[in-house]
Every structure is written in C-alpha cells, then in structure tokens.
C-alpha cells in the first residue's frame, strides 16, 4: 500500500441565482400597503364649464369662417340658385369636413387647443378609440341633418293626411244632411288610429329646429350648466368628456384658481323652463276648455246667475254709466235716442223745432243760435225767427 493520502469526499452543492421580484407583484403589494385614499392613480383635472363653451365658441366661429369660403366658392362654379338650393348641406358638408380633419384623426380642434383642453373616455380614461370618434362625429353632424329631413317629411305627411280625411269625412256629412251617417263597426287597424291621431295633430307639432334648440338643448344645457358634464348630447351617447391640460392650475391651485361654476346660471335656466311649461299647460287646458261647447254654456250660466243690484227699483247700469260697458260706450246707444238728439246740445231734443232746410233742433238751442247767426248750424242756408216751424209730435 502507497502512503499517499487518500482525497476527502466534499459536498458539492450547485449554485442557485437568486430570485428578481416582478414589477408588477412589487407595484401591487406597494398599493396594497397604502390606504385606500392613496390607491388611486392620480389624474389630470376635468374641464370646467367656461373652458368647455368657450372652446365651442371658438369651434363655432372657425366653423363660420370655413363655411363662408365654401359658400364662395360654390358661388362662383355653381352659382347663386345652386347655393340657396343647397345651403343646408354645404353648412353640414363643412361642419363634416372640420371635424373630420380634427375629432376623427385623433387631434383637438381649434377650440379645444385655444383652451388647451383634450377629449377622454370617462369609461377607462383613456383617449377615445378611433371608432368613438367616428360615432361622436356622426351623432354631431349626420344625425341632426337626417332627423331633420325625415321629421320635416313626416309632418308635411301627416298635415296632408288630415287635410284628406277632413274632406273626405266633409263629403259623407253632405252626404247625409237630414240622417247622421252611418257608424262602421271597425275604426280601422291600431296603426291606421294612430296615423289619425298624429295627422289631427301634426300643425300644432313644432318644427325642427323649434324642437331641438328650445326644448331638448334647453334642457340639456340645464343639466350641463348643473353638473358640468357633458357639453352636447353626441359626447354624452358616446361618453366623451374632457380634461385641462392646464398644468399650472394643478400644481398650484392657490395661486391659480379653478374657474367659476355655471351652477347658478343652470338653476336660473331650469326655473325658466318650468314656468315655461307650466303657462304652456295652462294655455292648452284653456283652448280645450273653450273648444268645448259644455263649458261655454256653463259660462253663460254663470253670467246669467251673477246678482245684479238696483237702485229705486231701476238696474244699475240705466243709473250709473259704466265707460267700460260696450253697451254703455255711447250716451245714447240705442237708435231711436240717436235720432232723436240735438247737434246743438248734444241732448234729448225738447220742443224740436224744424228749419226751412229740414233740419231739426231744440226749440232754445236753434233760437239762440238763430239770434246770434241767421244760417243752419248744419247747412249754412239762411233762417229767420219768424220761419222756424214747432214740431208738436217729435
């Protein structure tokens, strides 16, 4: 046996490198240690109401602006009767043709980068996706215009309808003057009813424009000034609001501070349209009640039942002259009176006295006219005293 020493058996023991945290787990557990107040990402601030409608003044203005140019130039190629013709879809054609080439490529328009706001989703608030805008275009410009063509052509439809059936339902009462027409059993379908009920009332509906821009934007403009969301109804259907990009403003709000509410000017608004509403309910309530023969003969009632008070046995009204009477209006209202007054005095003629020209007076004024003037008082021809006839029976 060798002397050499025999090797120790030593443990090998492979190394391991050591284990990188995730961003993702570590941003996570970070969150979670802070309070729930802290959790949230912080984000820019919303708009305020008078950054929001002074950037849709400035839109409105460069939007006239475009539409001008391109009036002018249809002017010139097509000519004036092809504008007036098509003017309303030139105005829609610009209004397409500038938020086309700003909302729908994703950049603000003019407006928006004056008052240095940006449009987001107030689902993940995020910028709106290329589809959104799409549709807030479409829900801003194509909508109106179509609803106004087929709301226009729908009443004009229904006016004619009503014109129709009042003449056809005229020819049958001639029909039957001396016997009431004949009742059908069947009115016609549900739909056939409703087309009816429509037409009695298509001249009294609002046109389109009435319809839009007194009622509906009234009241949504209400809410908008109330709650500062929500500018036009495109942007609320597609949920598109907008933040300030204003970053001073954020940094340091005491120095710079938040612009002022439309909350009062949205209370004032709301008020309006209730009392609006209210005299327009009493309005209507008052044209039925008119049109209904019952309530009128009920007021004739009513005129007929009042007490009427006397003075010596004699009504009020043959004593007391009332000048907001129509049937007092004249000292003499009635024609027998008028016939027989005086032009002199303007009286009841006592001892009349007739002219040789015919004419006939009191015997006292015509004496001392003819006293003071030896002419008619009407005719000029010449009177004596001698010539003037007493009249025994008028």
Known sequence: MSDSPTPSL?????????????????????????????????????????????????????????????????????????????????????RLAYFGLTTLLGSQTLGEEYCDILQYQTRNRKPPSRTRRAALVVLHVLVPYFLARVYADARRALIARNDALRTEQSDVDSLFVTAPPPQSASKGSLVQRTLNRLASIAKDLPYFETLTEDYLRSVHLTIFYLFGRYYSLSKRFTGIRFISMQGRRASNPAQSPAPSSYEVLGVLMAVQILTRGILAYRRRKQAAAL????????????????????????????????????????????????????????????????????????????????????????????????????????
Do not use: M
Request: glycine share 4%.
């Open 10 to 94: 030593v443990s090998v023991q492979p190394t391991v490198a050591p284990i990188k945290p995730e961003p993702a787990s570590v941003a996570s557990r970070a969150r979670a240690s802070l309070p729930s107040s802290a959790r949230r990402v912080p984000f820019f601030t919303n708009a305020a109401q008078p950054e929001i409608v002074r950037a849709n003044q400035k839109d409105l203005y460069y939007l006239s602006q475009l539409s001008e140019q391109v009036e002018d130039v249809a002017r010139s190629l097509l000519g004036t009767r092809w504008l007036q013709k098509w003017s309303k879809e030139l105005h829609h054609g610009s």
């Open 291 to 394: 049109a209904d023969p019952a309530y009128l003969e009920k007021q004739e009632e009513n005129k007929k039942k009042k007490r009427k008070f006397t003075v010596d046995g004699k009504p009020l009204s043959t004593v007391v002259f009332d000048p907001d009477d129509p049937e007092q209006s004249a000292p003499y209202p009635d024609e027998e009176d008028s016939e027989r007054s005086c032009t002199l005095c303007l009286g009841t003629r006592r001892d009349s006295t007739a002219t040789e020209c015919g004419h006939v007076f009191c015997w006292e004024c015509v004496v001392g006219w003819a006293r003071e003037k030896s002419e008619c008082p009407l005719c000029r021809q010449r009177i004596s005293l001698s010539t003037l006839l007493p009249l025994q029976n008028l």
